[in-house]
């Protein structure tokens, strides 16, 4: 039996604020953004290259009744740290210093607007299979 992480919610004070984060700041692709009514707004975005979207959403009780920051260190994976990192800082994002650990795994923390903290990071064994 296959499992694939498709869809992962990021609870958020300001939905727009966050769209504009994740989009025009870190890149990421809109793939959706409904108003279906009764309050419900549904934002849908993925990282280039990415199988697995996020979603910011208000309306839905389940998810509004997350904390607003509360989702901590989801990983980016890229192929050259140093190199996100700079294109981020270039988007006027807060990042952190590159941390580097065994087998020369590298990371680079931030956060959105709301606290939501991501990491940045870089496997070197995995770089061919990305491509810039």
């Not at 419900?40 to 389940?62: D, M, N, W, Y």
Request: charged content about 25%; some cysteine; aromatic content about 6%.
């Amino acid at each position: 039996m296959q499992m694939k992480l498709e869809l992962v919610p990021i609870p958020v004070s300001d939905v727009d604020r966050a769209k504009a984060f994740y989009s025009e700041k870190i890149g990421f692709n809109v793939d959706l953004d409904v108003n279906p009514g009764n309050g419900l707004r549904v934002v849908q975005l993925t990282p280039p290259g990415s199988a697995c979207s996020i979603v910011l959403v208000k309306g839905i009780p389940e998810i509004d009744k997350m904390a607003a920051g509360s989702v901590k260190a989801i990983h980016l994976v890229v192929a050259d740290v140093e190199k996100a990192r700079e294109l981020l800082a270039s988007r006027g994002v807060a990042v952190g210093e590159i941390d580097a650990h065994d087998r020369g795994v590298k990371y680079v923390p931030f956060s959105d607007p709301d606290g939501n903290s991501w990491l940045l990071q870089e496997m070197p064994w995995r770089s061919p299979e990305f491509e810039e």
